[in-house]
């Protein structure tokens, strides 16, 4: 039947991984011992076996209710809303390569077995690549790239001055090896689940940002009242909620899609999803800063470390110019070409 | 988690469609007058009489009892097919069916259903607008009626309705929220008159009407004395849903029309760029849509969640229509295109019928994110 909603086992999941996010300092607590906390966090992640929720079980493979990327994207908005500095997202991307086109290779094992994983994209961070830049860089994580249909090790660099304080971004350069090559529908496939899942991590900062402004808005007070009781503040805040739900259901979609469609419509719904939500989620970490006031512009306050991380998933593997491009390219352009 | 029809789903979906092929009106919806009436009535009818109305109603009623996902899918093929958007008599019927008493239900329904019998909703007054419980319309008791006195405003349909579902005030001491009643009341009596209004786009869908000494029978409250104003909420809970008011395949089928238009040779990269901008909205509040209707089949009446989806359905409306007039480019300014002009009027009151978008943020403030109420 259709039906649109998480089965008991993924509130759980999702639940589970707010819990373990909620246990740890993050970077949304502000000033504190962040990267320790990560560590600690990273492990128990592993030691729960999270980290492999999105490498394909292939004993039932048709067992019906295996969404994978979902459960992985339930994980991922957890791990967002509080900033978190775990490499989850640059392992369950770089795992995604390596299960496509090395599957049996030891780089699994390493990443199943707690090594952090990162993907290199190009200078313009839309991009796959063999060298360039490796998103979500944790300590002595493992770079997989891209070039052509060639899945490579990359060798990490330089570090370097990522404006998201939650995930470093090191050089990646050559000097890695070949690991195997990617089928054509895998590689779309992986896209599109790299897209959903940057979504999630979306959905998640938004959430978080809007969580913390909306929290100030209660407690803080002016003319004798909370602001919060203010319409100027509560209509801002009320349509960055419109566009979080919105997020959310169109990322459940495209999740949903990675799992249940053919790779080139998994991308296309992908693609969709990307273009809605880098698209709105600057407004909402924006509007976030606007609530905190003089708060929201100071160092401290956690306001900019969600809009730093909106901005970096923005731009990764494409902003929504690039997205509602080839949106246009595929719908209007390519079909009209076939039709002349 | 599961986007795609079932068997059973796919094969409605497939007659439908194949119904369709043979019965969509062959000319455009008229833009205004008693003709615009009568090509809604026929189209009602003709879905009717396919056996396509209240799919979702129980069976009992003249419904098919069948999930409301159903809803979502008769809206997606008439928009696909271009066809007029469904009639909406869902949300009225839900008052009826939460609320009504058996008798009314029994009486009412099918012919609401069947389009034989016209309904509106006489909900606001001059002075009660986004402050509905201000409303002053009176029904005072006599004998075993009710004598209704007061006026409404921007009633949808009344021109033509058979029956208005009121809202009055029964008890004049009672609070604000507590002393209002809903009342059905027969529009074809002398204490009844109604004026149309004509909107910005010349249409004159809604109308003014007046109340003088009508005559309602004791057993025509809906619900309880001085329930009103939760039957009301739940009305508008269902009305800002747009699968319930038909409002889906209004947008399914534009943004189809508009990916044709998109397609042509003369149209520049930048309003590509923005025909994709509502590609992606539509397909947002479809998967938003589908989470709601979802949760709705777990039993759950629509909350203020629906505001949420009330505002997402705007901003698709709107940004649709500002497509839709830019790709026709001077045409509607100059008399060509009126309906693309008409339609963009109307989707201006999208923001404003059925509640407010200022008013629905004020509900989303308050009971979502649960910030202290202003007043």
């Known amino acids: 039947v259709t039906w649109v909603g998480l089965t008991e086992e993924q509130r759980m999941l999702a639940d589970t991984a707010a819990r373990m996010v909620a246990d740890h300092p993050t970077l949304a607590d502000a000033q504190i011992e962040q990267r320790r906390a990560a560590g600690d966090l990273w492990r128990s992640m592993v030691a729960r076996g999270l980290v492999g929720l999105v490498v394909s079980d292939d004993s039932d493979d048709d067992s019906d209710g295996d969404e994978p990327t979902l459960n992985a994207a339930l994980v991922i ?18 795992l995604g390569l390596l299960g496509a086109s090395a599957p049996h290779g030891a780089e699994v094992d390493e990443i199943l ?159 969709i999803a990307k273009a809605f939500c880098s698209d709105v989620a600057r407004t909402v970490c924006e ?54 | 988690m599961d986007y795609r029809d079932d068997p059973a789903e796919a094969t409605f979906r497939a007659e439908f469609r194949s119904w369709l092929a043979t019965h969509l009106p062959g000319v455009p919806a008229p833009l205004g007058g008693p003709e615009r009436a009568g ?36 809206n997606e093929e008439i928009g696909a097919a271009g066809g007029p958007p469904a009639p909406h008599v869902g949300f009225l019927g839900r008052a009826l069916l939460h609320f009504g008493h058996e008798e009314q239900r029994r009486r ?45 405003v921007w009633t949808s349909d009344a021109a033509w309705a058979d029956w208005c579902l009121l809202l009055a005030r029964t008890d004049s001491s009672a609070s604000r929220h507590g002393g ?63 699968v319930d008011v038909g409002f889906t395949s209004r947008y399914a089928r534009l943004v189809g029309e508009l990916e044709q238009a998109a397609r042509q040779g003369d149209v520049d990269g930048t309003q590509q760029l923005e025909w994709a901008r509502a590609y992606v909205q539509v397909a947002v509040l479809r998967a938003h849509v589908m989470r709601d209707l979802s949760a709705r089949s777990e039993g759950k009446a629509p909350g203020p969640e629906g505001s949420i989806t009330k505002l997402l359905s705007t901003r698709t409306e709107q940004l649709l229509h500002h497509v839709a007039m830019d790709l026709a480019a001077a045409a509607p300014l100059a008399g060509g295109r009126p309906d693309v002009l008409s339609d963009y009027l109307y989707s201006r009151g999208a923001s404003i019928a059925g509640g407010t978008s200022e008013v629905q943020r004020t509900i989303v403030a308050e009971r979502l994110l649960r910030l202290p109420r202003w007043r």
């Open chain 2, 180 to 242: 209002i009643s809903a009342l059905i009341v027969d529009l074809h009596q002398p204490g009844v008159e109604v004026r149309p209004i004509v909107q910005v786009n010349g249409d004159s869908e809604f109308n003014e009407v007046f109340f003088t000494d009508a005559v309602v029978p004791t057993d025509q409250v809906v619900g309880a004395l001085g329930q009103g104003w939760e039957i009301a909420m739940t009305t508008v809970g269902y009305e800002r849903g747009p």
């Open chain 1, 287 to 340: 509007a976030a800063i606007q609530v905190w006031g003089g708060l929201g512009m100071t160092w401290e306050c956690p306001a900019h470390r969600y809009l730093r991380r909106a901005l970096l998933d923005r731009q990764l593997l494409g902003d929504e110019r690039v997205q509602l491009g080839a949106i246009v390219q595929d719908r209007l352009v390519a079909a009209a070409t076939k039709a002349g």
């Open chain 2, 108 to 152: 009412f329904l099918p012919a609401l259903l069947s389009g034989e019998e016209v309904w509106c909703q006489g909900f606001s007054e001059p002075d009660a607008g986004s402050d509905l419980a201000a409303l002053s319309t009176r029904a005072t008791l006599a004998g075993h009626q009710y004598a209704v006195n007061g006026q409404k």
């Open chain 1, 113 to 271: 077995a707690g090594r952090p994983g990162c993907v290199v994209v190009d200078p313009t961070l839309s991009r796959l690549a063999r060298r360039g830049i490796a998103v979500d860089a944790g300590p002595g994580a493992l770079a997989v790239g891209m070039e052509g249909h060639v899945v490579w090790t990359a060798e990490l660099g330089p570090r370097l001055d990522s404006l998201d304080l939650s995930r470093p971004l090191v050089t990646a350069g050559d000097g890695g090896t070949a690991l195997g090559e990617i089928s054509p529908e895998a590689g779309v496939r992986w896209q599109a689940q790299a897209l959903a899942l940057l979504c999630a991590d979306l959905v998640g900062t938004c959430a978080g940002a809007l969580e913390g402004a909306v929290a100030h808005a209660r407690a803080r007070q002016q003319f004798g009242r909370p602001i919060g009781s203010f319409q100027a503040v509560q209509q801002l805040c009320a349509d960055q909620l419109v566009s979080v739900e919105g997020c959310r259901s169109i990322t459940w979609h495209a999740a949903w899609a990675v799992d249940a469609l053919a790779p080139d419509q998994a991308l296309a719904q992908a693609q």
């Open chain 2, 39 to 74: 090509f809604w009535r026929d189209w009602h009818r003709s879905l009717y009489d396919g056996g396509w109305m209240g799919l979702s109603w129980p069976v009992e009623y003249g419904g098919r009892g069948l999930p409301a996902m159903y809803e979502a899918i008769f």
């Open chain 1, 77 to 94: 908005e957890q791990l967002a809303r509080g900033v978190s500095a775990v490499p989850y997202l640059g392992t369950v991307l770089a």
